[in-house]
């Protein structure tokens, strides 16, 4: 990891891609404090902000695919020559580096109590920061290695062969039934992975881990969609795009919600439907903050997009403040607020006050970070 105190050095960014990817991991820190408020003080909290139980959408299910499509939009913007140019050993080694230390660091968090107590459970292989990694490599060896129109054959390939494994039989018996939570062949894979389920997220004779192997294949699809997209843009550069990216988040959103009534919406497995309906809403939000931000100057930096700005520039290290402190939530310095709001407040609205300003915290140190010109790299 390190600190880069020149970002006016580099190549002018794409500000839309920072101000979404900074709305994605508020979104993701607002559904994990949501989620804490509700399993750790049983505050009753918006449904819409917690993970759907197994199949459904809500706003909780659809930060992380949307990050992982920036990240996919980011890798042309980042690179200093056309996809598909081929791979020298420099590049190679950046990318397989940038991999392993996304992994490793997402293997800490993942197991954060596990290191500091062996007899707290067992440790877990997967999780968010693991599954960028695995995305962020494969897409950025792709871009560099195949044409433009290979790899849109790949991703389409991976989506509608992933329909057909998914329905396969269960590794371990256990009765298929895509509609019931880990009775599925891509759910027992990782059961039979990893030991009948014990270092899985979910546990028990049914568990899996939504973060899983197989599950893997459709997200790097949904990176690869986001480098397309940023190669579109990349090509569009100082045009307005905003139409032409509007019609495809459309068709994305249509294809999917028409594929999911055979191929369900289901986060937990990354299935394709899920992968086409999260994608066209991303897009479509990306194609909004391209026709509001990108043309206009400064308009980034006025207020409530330089929130999002903030947490966008140093999008990993506030991802990583946030898994470090999360138990802040738990604190009663956070939750005596939460009882003054009660009283005051629908109780919906009280549990979000805790978040807020659990929220604030991580904004002030990101905000710090960015006025001092230091972007965190990994």
């Known amino acids: 990891m390190a600190i880069d105190p020149a970002p006016a050095a580099r190549a002018p960014r794409l500000v839309s891609l920072d101000v979404l990817r900074g709305l994605t991991?508020?979104?993701?820190?607002?559904?994990?404090?949501?989620?804490?408020?509700?399993?750790?003080?049983?505050?009753?909290?918006?449904?819409?902000?917690?993970?759907a139980s197994w199949d459904g959408l809500t706003i909780a299910d659809a930060v992380f695919p949307?990050?992982?499509?920036?990240?996919?939009?980011?890798?042309?913007?980042?690179?200093?020559a056309?996809?598909?140019?081929?791979?020298?050993?420099?590049?190679?080694?950046?990318?397989?580096?940038?991999?392993a230390r996304l992994f490793a660091i997402g293997w800490l968090l993942s197991n954060f109590y596990w290191l500091m107590d062996f007899d707290s459970g067992?440790?877990?292989?997967?999780?968010?920061?693991?599954?960028?990694?695995?995305?962020?490599?494969?897409?950025?060896l792709l871009f560099w290695t195949c044409k433009p129109r290979v790899r849109l054959a790949i991703l389409v390939a991976i989506l509608l062969l992933y329909w057909p494994v998914a329905l396969l039989p269960a590794l371990d018996g256990l009765p298929n039934d895509i509609l019931l939570r880990g009775h599925n062949f891509v759910a027992s894979v990782d059961r039979v992975l990893l030991g009948a389920g014990g270092h899985n997220y979910v546990q028990g004779p049914d568990g899996y881990d939504p973060e899983g192997l197989l599950g893997t294949l459709p997200a790097i699809a949904h990176g690869l969609i986001g480098v397309a997209i940023g190669e579109w843009l990349l090509a569009r550069r100082g045009t307005r795009a905003t139409l032409p990216l509007l019609l495809a988040g459309a068709g994305m959103l249509a294809a999917g919600l028409a594929w999911s009534t055979a191929f369900p919406i289901i986060k937990d497995i990354w299935s394709s439907s899920f992968v086409l309906v999260t994608c066209g809403l991303t897009t479509i939000a990306l194609a909004l903050l391209h026709a509001l931000l990108d043309h206009r100057a400064g308009a980034a930096e006025r207020w409530p997009w330089r929130i999002a700005l903030a947490f966008g520039s140093n999008a990993i290290a506030a991802y990583v403040l946030h898994m470090v402190t999360g138990g802040l939530l738990n604190w009663d310095l956070l939750l005596a607020p939460y009882g003054v709001a009660l009283a005051v407040l629908p109780p919906m609205v009280a549990a979000l006050v805790p978040v807020l300003l659990y929220m604030a915290l991580l904004w002030a140190a990101m905000a710090w970070l960015r006025r001092q010109g230091w972007f965190v790299k990994v």
């Open 66 to 80: 949307a990050f992982l499509m920036m990240v996919g939009v980011a890798i042309p913007m980042a690179a200093r």
């Open 82 to 99: 056309p996809g598909g140019s081929g791979l020298d050993r420099d590049t190679a080694r950046r990318i397989g580096g940038r991999t």
């Open 122 to 140: 067992a440790w877990r292989l997967w999780g968010v920061l693991q599954r960028i990694a695995l995305v962020y490599g494969a897409c950025a």
């Open 25 to 51: 991991v508020m979104g993701m820190i607002l559904v994990n404090a949501t989620a804490g408020m509700f399993y750790g003080a049983k505050a009753s909290v918006f449904p819409l902000l917690l993970h």
